[in-house]
T-cell receptor
Framework: DTGVSQDPRHKITKRGQNVTFRCDPISEHNRLYWYRQTLGQGPEFLTYFQNEAQLEKSRLLSDRFSAERPKGSFSTLEIQRTEQGDSAMYLC?????????????FGAGTRLSVL | AQTVTQSQPEMSVQEAETVTLSCTYDTSESNYYLFWYKQPPSRQMILVIRQEAYKQQNATENRFSVNFQKAAKSFSLKISDSQLGDTAMYFCAFMNYGGSQGNLIFGKGTKLSVKP
């Protein structure tokens, strides 16, 4: 169990550029979540995968945001035409079914700064 | 829609003392989970404790315990024998038990400082 890994840890970009973040969940976990956390706030849900299927999307996930989880392994979150309001910490979490149901394990996050 | 409210933006406690963090939530569901997560400075969020709503017994994990009042929709966290390493943001979170076992709904957090 190597934990949830996110890459990069920090990303600085100019407004209008596209960015992509990667999340590697705990290997046996079939559920993967993306959250966004702004300063002074709790994380807000963006989207959720079970295996490769994207099952829920928040209204926060505008058309500029897209997430994928090919083959039910790692996931990517892409933001197109970034805006200054996209500046935030993007957190990934994974969870398993069974007795530990509902417990999400978080990565360290990717901090995005849009200039 | 479910909401989670943490009314204490910041708290401090002396090392070895006990502190209680408050959380209230609003839901029309009867089956759900409640969590406390800890987010140390510049480090990842980790689970402190989980409570299943159908269980009347309050959850405990070593120095951490909860006071779950389902009728009052209250879920407070008590930290006993506070340690310097407990300094962190603490988030209360709600998850609906049914459906797709999806997202956590978080409060805004309480910043806890443990002073030597």
């Amino acid at each position: 169990d190597t934990g949830v890994s996110q890459d990069p840890r920090h990303k600085i970009t100019k407004r209008g550029q596209n960015v992509t973040f990667r999340c590697d969940p705990i290997s046996e976990h079939n559920r993967l979540y993306w959250y966004r956390q702004t300063l002074g706030q709790g994380p807000e849900f963006l989207t959720y995968f079970q295996n490769e299927a994207q099952l829920e999307k928040s209204r926060l996930l505008s058309d500029r945001f897209s997430a994928e989880r090919p083959k039910g392994s790692f996931s990517t979150l892409e933001i197109q035409r970034t805006e200054q309001g996209d500046s935030a910490m993007y957190l990934c979490a994974s969870s398993a079914s069974g007795t530990r149901i509902g417990i999400q394990y978080f990565g360290a996050g990717t901090r995005l700064s849009v200039l | 829609a479910q909401t989670v409210t943490q009314s204490q933006p910041e708290m401090s406690v002396q090392e070895a003392e006990t502190v209680t963090l408050s959380c209230t939530y609003d839901t029309s569901e009867s089956n759900y989970y409640l969590f406390w997560y800890k987010q140390p400075p510049s480090r990842q969020m980790i689970l402190v404790i989980r409570q299943e709503a159908y269980k009347q017994q309050n959850a405990t994990e070593n120095r951490f315990s909860v006071n779950f009042q389902k009728a009052a929709k209250s879920f407070s966290l008590k930290i006993s024998d506070s340690q310097l390493g407990d300094t962190a943001m603490y988030f209360c979170a709600f998850m609906n038990y049914g459906g797709s076992q999806g997202n956590l709904i978080f409060g805004k957090g309480t910043k806890l400082s443990v002073k030597p």
